[in-house]
Each structure stands twice: as C-alpha cells, then as structure tokens.
DNA sequence: CGCGGGTTTGATGATGCTCAAGCCCGGTGG
DNA sequence: CCACCGGGCTTGAGCATCATCAAACCCGCG
C-alpha cells in the first residue's frame, strides 16, 4: 500500500529512507477512499490534506462566476494532490478537486508537514518536484499563449497520452482552454 | 551594495543573517554592470550565473522559428534573473537575457550554489520563493487562458505599474501574449 | 534635417467560440 | 427485451475577437 510511495520518493532523490523514516511515513499518511464524484477540496475551505493518488483519476477545477467549470489539472496514479497555495498557507481555496474514477488515495493532515519534511529524502524530493513544476508550468504557459488549438491538443497527446484514455474531451478541452466543439472537430478531419 | 540582497533575504524568511553569513555571501557574488543590449545569456549556452537585479531592467525571451521574440519575462530591482532550468540542470538554454536598461546586478557562478544554499535564511527564502512563483505562475497561466486581451492588460497593469513605466509597450504586448496594435487600440477609447 | 524606434490607425481575414440541433450508446426500469 | 433517458460527442451556421499587413505618424537625437 505505501510501496508506490516510497518509490516515488526514492525517484526524486539521491538520498533513501531508512526503515524508521518508512514507519513515521505510514504513521501520517493515512489510506482514504473517494467514490467517484466524491469531493476531495471544495471551494472556500482550506485544503488540510495533501493526497497522493495509489489508483483513480481526480480533476481540479474552478467554477467561474457564470457558473462554468476550468479544469485546472488531471491527475492519475502516482500525482500529487492539493490546492498548494491553501495547503501550506492554510488560506480558503479558489478550487474543487473530485474523483472521476473511484480513487485510492493516501492523505497527509497539513499539521503533520513538518515532521514528514523533516525526511532528508522527502525534502530533497520537494525540492525536485518544485523545480520540475516550476519549468512545466512555463512551458504549459507558453504553450497556452503560443500554440493555435491544433497544437495544443496535439502537444497534450505527446505529453499524456494516457489522460486521454482516462477523462472524457470535454474536460480535456476545458484542461486545454479551448471549446469542447472545437476539440472535436479538431479529431474529425485529421491525422494522427 | 549588498544591502539590497540581504534585505531581500530577511523578507522572505523568518531566520536572519549572522555577520560570517554576510561575509561568505559577499565572497560569493559579485558585482556585475551590463550596458543597455548587453546579454546576460544567449541561447544554447549554460546559464553558468544567476543575477539579483540593484538597478536596472532586463528582459527574457525566446526566439522562434520565424524570428520572433516572445518576452517571457520582464524584470526590474530586486527581482532575480537567471532560466532556473538551464542554471540548475546545467543544460543549454532556450532564452535570451538582455538588458533593456543599464543595469546594475550582483551575480553568483553555479559553483556557489551549494555554498549559498547551506545558509539556512537563504534556503527558506528559496523555499518560499518557490511557492510563490509556482502560485504566480498558476495564476499566470490562467489569465492567459480566460481573459480577454483587455482583461490581460487591466491586470497587467493593476499588478505590475512599475512596469508599464520602464518598457515600451510592444514588449509588454509580447510579455502579454497579444499583438502590440491590439494593445495599442486598447488603451485609446480608454476607462482608467 | 532626416533617420529610426515606437505607436497609431485602418482594412481584412482567420481562428475558434457560441448556440442550437441531432446523434450515438450504454444503462435502467417497465 | 425493448423504450427511454442522459451524458457525451458531432455538426452546422453565424459571429466576435484578435492577428496580420500596410501605411502614416510622432518625436527625440545625431
């Protein structure tokens, strides 16, 4: 059960954990089953648990003042889950995160962050994953800013062909900011 | 002449600098003047140096393949400069850096790194600077996808006065991902 | 005085959104 | 076993927003 998160943790780091570091690990993160459509962070509630997902599929998203959902992220086995800025900062949320699949998920309360950082390897692995996010998001970035519809739908093929598998177009339209009509119109005539 | 960094240091964490730690940073950066056109990186080269901006303005953009810039990055005082994957990976760079002002900078060599990060103020403040880029990016990101060409530009201008003074407006069109005659056309029939 | 970077203005057209309708298909209940 | 329902996907028509191209303008500077 936590094997996949011991691993991730020994992906992105140089450093490995010690068989009483893995006892503290199981003793703050706890299993935690979601239904699909069940909610993991809602809106204006701040987001005391960060997840990381053993088996499902999860959306964040907000819902804009027309009532129209964003998609802001998908996330399938082996992501992260949790509203970052509400997580460490302990501010209300602007976003919903909720199971599209039935989803197994290991959860940490946010008062137990310290003592998990404390883990030479899972600080350095944090490290790790900011810089990667970091240069991710840059590139999404530029790719929203730059890219026509085709080239981002194309793009996102190359880069996570199994979310494609996993949601359905319409919210990976929404993921891609474009129209769910346009993604579909987008796969009609084409190649590849 | 460091009183700027350090100042920037003790604002972003909670720890303080003792005065051998303001020593050693002394000993690792170095002052650094860039006349107005100067790079301060070119693609395809390691960004070898990271920069904190004392005085001045520099810009950070890419090249496409039909010659074009896209400002990526528009930076004055206090701000840091450097493409965090190029300087951290030490992989070639995508980007160009280039002064738009005569610019004042301090400047610490890759080398360093590993030095200036073992003062504890110094990574907290990375620390925090991570999360707060990362939000800022996200937020970045989102306004790219839903806000009109107008709505970019009302937040730009909302968020970042300082720097609607210091460049022409093309280059803040380009930072903002819309054609410089859009911008131009936006500010004429103008509110505020 | 003339040059050059930056800005403005106008005309045109592409891209992609909106709205509206119909379709496909799998699941449910009669 | 079939009819219906609903979610998702497709298709079409019209339209808004912006990018593009081209020309003129403005102004500080050598």
């Known amino acids: 059960m936590y094997e996949s998160l011991f691993n991730y943790i020994s992906l ?7 068989e009483t570091e893995k006892e503290l690990i199981k003793s703050i993160w706890e299993p935690k089953r979601l239904k699909k459509h069940q909610f993991f962070l809602e809106e204006n509630k701040v987001c005391t648990y960060t997840g990381f997902i053993l088996k499902g599929a999860l959306r964040q998203y907000r819902v804009d003042n027309v009532g129209v959902e964003h998609i802001i992220q998908l996330a399938i086995e082996n992501w992260w889950v949790a509203d970052r800025d509400s997580f460490f900062n302990r501010t209300p949320s602007k976003y919903y995160i909720d199971a599209w699949e039935t989803t197994q998920l290991l959860i940490m309360h946010r008062d137990n962050l310290d003592a998990f950082l ?21 590139k999404r970035l530029d790719d929203a800013m730059n890219l026509s519809a085709a080239g981002k739908y194309h793009n996102f093929q190359d880069q996570y062909p199994e979310l494609i598998q996993r949601f359905p177009q319409h919210q990976i339209a929404s993921y891609l900011g474009i129209a769910k009509e346009t993604l579909s119109r987008l796969r009609r005539p084409s190649a590849k």
């Open 12 to 18: 992105y780091s140089t450093e490995s954990l010690s």
């Open 118 to 138: 404390k883990i030479p390897a899972v600080k350095e692995m944090f490290w790790e994953m900011n810089q990667k996010n970091h240069i991710a998001s840059q």
